[in-house]
Each structure stands twice: as structure tokens, then as C-alpha cells.
């Protein structure tokens, strides 16, 4: 999954000795290497050491395309992401073969988000999906059909790693989450069908059903939840649209009718770094010194609202109606953590935003750089006055919210679109090869 980890060191003299001595802490550098030899991806789940020549680094651990080795990690900032400040890190990304989520699992990731962009790349650029691929076009399979079976099983797959983590938390962690097709975002219910038939053929306690959160899709959160399915609300890039993800819950679950709402879950998805890509434009539009000076704050400070906001709307007397029956708050799961502006700190999108009943999705970079160099720190609520007032100042300037969050909605969903057509296109391609192969 290419996905890097560091780990801090003293004396890495012996393999076997740094990874069973926890008091040695090895530096290292443990990379998770997808290799390709002519055409063919290569499996193998040796390790092998290396000098690093760039750093100080004196012990580099490869480990490439695990074969369902479990090899030790030592524990990381992400335990302690957890179990000090109750923040679940989980991965943005997925790919085969899914027992390369192994010694992530160990470092102490605890969930896994996908998405249409992440598939793409996963299926279009490995031969690893190949071989089921070329089993569903013989069974004369549609193209999206097809599609969605190479997804369902990567999902079923990282369900079972994910299980224990799942079943140890008693329902409160340990997801997978699989997003309903992007063209449905404007379908009210399109959506509702989408999820239902996706949490069916998964058919996995712990997978989460991904659910845009635009105007349209708002009445299916309900409908979805109400059923006693679990949801992953994505896209959300503002306030007053997190507020009505938060009502759709809240109604879902008085409409369901059930004595037990214990198991039924949800994330709220809000979406961070491109706040501040589209924000910062606006701002160098505007060219004085004070919004010069705003740059890089506007999504961490809406961010930190959003967390005042959920305290808010799960406390009182309707949320402890619904607590007696059971029922779980629907975490905020911070989410578009990699940073876009390579001149910000590269940790910028999860320090700042660690809290309680919260959840960090990293890609690759974001996670590499945390648990390099992360501090590990109650933060999200830390100084709530100043990113009030960053909000505010933020308005006076011009920038207006609800443009910010429809414009990075439509994008958002756009790129989702993009990304499942260009993959079913690439699909069809295939498919037109293999058919002429087997003539």
C-alpha cells in the first residue's frame, strides 16, 4: 500500500531484537512496497534490512506485499492517539492484496475509509484484481457489476482484519467503510436502495455505508439509519450542513422503532485541507495583509466549531432519551487530512484536531508524518475563542461559508464521479482485451 511508518531509535543492532525489546525503541523506517516484475505483481512477506544513506536512520525495515505474516510492529503514537486522548486513527486507503493492512493494525490503525478515487487507482493501476476481473467477464458480467464485486470483497477482506478491533470495542470501532455510487448523490432514492443492497452483499457487521451529505441525500441518512444500517456521512464541508447530518442521525434513530439502538453507529466525515485550499484563493484575492494572515487557518478553526457543535447537539434531553435506548454518538471523523500546500506543516490537519470520540482518516503522507514526529495532545477544543474568531474575522473579509461548502460539495462529488466513470471505462477496456485474447 506504499504506505510509510517511522518509528523512533536508539540501538538497532539485531532485527529480532528490536522488534521483540521494547525498551531498544528502534528508529526505523518500515515501508510497505508494492513491486511490479513484468507485469506481475510480486507477493512475499520477507523483511530485509537496508542501510539509509540519506538519514540517520541506521536500520530501514521493508516489509513488501505481506503473504498473511504477522510481523510484530512496535507500538506507536497511535496507541496513545487512543488510549490517552480517546481519537481513533484510521487509514485512508485500500488496496490488495488487504493483508497489507496487517502492520498498520499492529502500529495502531483502527479503521479503513475508501472511496471511488482510492478504487480507482487501486484496480486501475495493479494486476492484482486481474484474475477475479477476468472470472466475471467470462460470467459474462456487466461492467458495474463487476466493479462491484472487485470492491465488495476488498471490503469483506478488511472487515475481517478489522473484526476483532470491532468486537473488542463492543461495536464502537474497527470499520470498514464502502461508499454507494457517486452518481446516486442526487438521488434521494437511489441512495437509500444503493445502501441497502451494498450493506446486504457485505453482509459484515463492522462496514460502514458511505453517504454523501448534500441536500438530497440528507432524507436517505435518515432512511438508511432508521433501517438499522450503519453510515458513513461524507463530503461535509460546513456547519450548517454537519447540523442537519447530525438531525438526519438523531431522527434515524427515533424512527427506527428499535428498544436496542446499540448497535447502530455512524461517523460524520468533515472534510478539512481542501477548506483551506479553496479559502486561501479567496484570500490571496483580497491581498491585504490581514487576510494574507488568515491563510492556512479557516479549515482547523471551522473544524474546531464543528466539535463545539457536536458537543452541543449530543447532550440534553432528546439525545438522553435515545442514550437510554442504547444509542451511540455519531462521531466526527476528521477527514481530507493530507496537506495540499506542501508550505504548511505536514501534520497541520491532525494535531490541531485531536479530541475525544473523534476520528482521524490519514493517507499514506498524513500518517507517515504523525507518527514520525507527531505530538499526541488534547487540541480540538484548546482555544475555542480564537477560532471564533478566526471564523468571524474570516467573514469580515467576504468569505462566505455556504458558498465555501457548496462549491467544495459540487467539486467533491464531481471528482467521486470522475474518478468511478474513468474507472469503469478503464473496466470496459479490459474487458474488450481479455474477450479478444480468449477468440
Not at 58 to 86: A, F, M, P, W
Request: glycine residues 6%; proline residues 4%.
Amino acid at each position: 500500500m506504499s504506505s510509510i511508518l517511522k518509528l523512533s531509535t536508539t540501538n538497532p543492532t539485531h532485527l529480532s531484537a528490536s522488534l521483540e525489546h521494547r525498551s531498544l525503541q528502534p528508529k526505523c523506517l518500515i515501508d510497505f512496497d508494492c513491486r511490479t516484475t513484468f507485469g506481475r505483481r510480486v507477493s512475499s512477506s520477507k523483511l530485509f534490512i537496508r542501510r539509509n544513506r540519506d538519514s540517520r536512520c541506521s536500520l530501514v525495515v521493508r516489509c513488501s506485499q505481506l503473504d498473511g505474516n504477522r510481523s510484530e510492529i512496535k507500538r506507536t503514537v497511535l496507541h496513545d492517539l487512543y488510549e490517552r486522548e480517546g481519537q481513533s486513527p484510521w487509514y485512508d486507503n485500500l488496496c490488495r492484496p488487504v493483508t497489507d493492512l496487517l502492520p498498520l493494525i499492529a502500529s495502531g490503525v483502527r479503521g479503513v475509509t475508501s472511496n471511488p478515487a482510492i478504487f480507482q487507482k487501486a484496480i486501475s493501476t495493479s494486476n492484482a484484481y486481474n484474475e477475479q476481473f477476468r472470472e466475471l467477464v467470462q460470467a459474462v458480467k456487466n461492467i458495474e457489476s463487476a466493479y462491484w464485486e472487485l470492491v465488495v470483497k476488498d471490503i469483506q477482506d478488511a472487515c475481517k482484519l478489522f473484526e476483532s478491533i470491532y468486537d473488542q470495542t463492543d461495536g464502537g470501532d474497527g470499520y470498514v467503510s464502502v461508499e454507494v455510487s457517486p452518481r446516486l448523490a442526487d438521488d434521494t432514492v437511489g441512495t437509500v436502495e444503493a445502501a441497502k443492497w451494498l450493506h446486504k452483499v457485505v453482509d459484515r457487521p463492522n462496514v460502514y455505508i458511505k453517504i454523501p451529505a448534500t441536500a438530497e441525500c440528507i432524507p436517505s441518512i435518515k432512511e438508511v439509519i432508521s433501517c438499522g444500517i450503519s453510515v458513513n456521512v461524507t463530503l461535509i464541508f460546513s456547519l450548517a450542513r454537519y447540523e442537519a447530518v447530525i438531525d438526519a442521525y438523531l431522527d434515524g434513530l427515533e424512527a427506527s422503532g428499535l428498544s436496542d439502538l446499540s448497535r447502530i453507529t455512524s461517523v460524520a466525515s468533515f472534510f478539512v485541507s481542501r477548506v483551506d485550499t479553496l479559502v486561501d484563493k479567496m484570500l490571496e484575492k483580497v491581498g491585504t495583509p490581514e487576510a494574507l494572515d488568515l491563510r492556512g487557518k479557516a479549515a482547523n478553526a471551522q473544524a474546531a466549531l464543528a466539535y463545539q457543535l457536536y458537543q452541543k447537539k449530543f447532550s440534553g434531553p432528546r439525545w438522553e432519551a435515545l442514550v437510554r435506548k442504547g444509542a451511540k454518538k455519531q462521531r466526527l471523523l476528521w477527514a481530507s487530512t493530507s496537506v495540499k500546500n506542501p508550505a504548511y506543516p505536514d501534520t497541520l490537519y491532525v494535531a490541531p484536531l485531536i479530541g475525544p470520540d473523534t476520528v482521524s482518516t490519514m493517507p499514506d503522507q498524513a500518517l507517515h508524518a504523525f507518527i514520525d514526529h507527531g505530538t499526541v495532545s488534547r487540541s480540538i477544543d484548546s482555544n475555542a475563542s480564537e477560532a471564533e474568531g478566526i471564523y468571524s474575522a474570516l467573514e469580515k473579509l467576504g468569505i462566505d461559508w455556504g458558498y465555501v461548502g457548496s462549491q467544495l460539495e459540487v467539486e467533491g462529488v464531481d471528482a467521486f464521479k470522475n474518478s468511478f466513470d474513468s474507472l469503469l471505462d478503464s473496466l470496459q477496456e479490459k474487458a474488450n482485451t481479455l474477450k479478444l485474447v480468449s477468440l
